[in-house]
Each structure stands twice: as structure tokens, then as C-alpha cells.
Nanobody
Framework: QVQLVESGGGLVQPGGSLRLSCATS????????MGWYRQAPGDQREFVAR???????MYRDSVNGRFAISRDASKNTVYLQMNRLKAEDTAVYYC??????????WGQGTQVTVSA
């Protein structure tokens, strides 16, 4: 059974930091690159970052240098450290395998709000 449980979101001021966590099922974690995605109100869900099973990372341009994705195999968990947050980072953040396919299951996500 697929498990995707995101946590760690909240309200933060511009320039602040948050660390998101995603607990996954072991089978998905072991066999997949994992990614973070986000969806702002009125927008489509978009790719944020991904990490392969051997640690190679990739980021969308707007977060490169501010966000860092990591994974802990002992906990089947993926993290997203977000620094120097901006208002435009406000969205619901989701994790999933990468690449994600049409029809794949999504978790509930975690809300990140960047506002003064």
C-alpha cells in the first residue's frame, strides 16, 4: 500500500525557513527517485525538487540555492529544507516518486504560507 504523509508546513515570514518531511512506504522509497511538488491556489501542481536513490538532486530554477532535498533510507523519509522563503513559495507541498505518472496516488500535502 502506498503511503505518503507530508508534514512540517506552516506560516513563516519572508526570509524564514521550514523543513518539510515526507514519510513514505518502504517499497516506494527503495525503488524510486523521490520528488517534492507544490500547488499554489489557482495554479497547476509543479515540480520543485527531486533526489535519486543514489543522492543526485535537481531543482526548479526559482528554488535552486534556497531549497535542499534529502532522503533518509533508515526512515523511508524525504525532506525538503526551505530557506530564504518568499511569498511566491506559498503553496501546498506534496511529495511523490519522480517522475510521477498520471493517476498516481497523492497524499494530503502540507500547507506552506509565507507572509509578513
Amino acid at each position: 500500500q502506498v503511503q505518503l504523509v507530508e508534514s512540517g508546513g506552516g506560516l513563516v515570514q519572508p526570509g524564514g525557513s521550514l523543513r518539510l518531511s515526507c514519510a513514505t512506504s518502504g517499497s516506494m522509497f527503495r525503488n524510486s527517485a523521490m520528488g517534492w511538488y507544490r500547488q499554489a491556489p489557482g495554479d497547476q501542481r509543479e515540480f520543485v525538487a527531486r533526489i535519486t536513490d543514489d543522492g543526485l538532486t535537481m531543482y526548479r530554477d526559482s528554488v535552486n540555492g534556497r531549497f535542499a532535498i534529502s532522503r533518509d533510507a533508515s526512515k523511508n523519509t524525504v525532506y525538503l529544507q526551505m530557506n530564504r522563503l518568499k511569498a511566491e513559495d506559498t503553496a501546498v507541498y506534496y511529495c511523490n516518486k519522480w517522475p510521477v505518472l498520471m493517476g498516481d496516488y497523492w497524499g494530503q500535502g502540507t500547507q506552506v504560507t509565507v507572509s509578513a
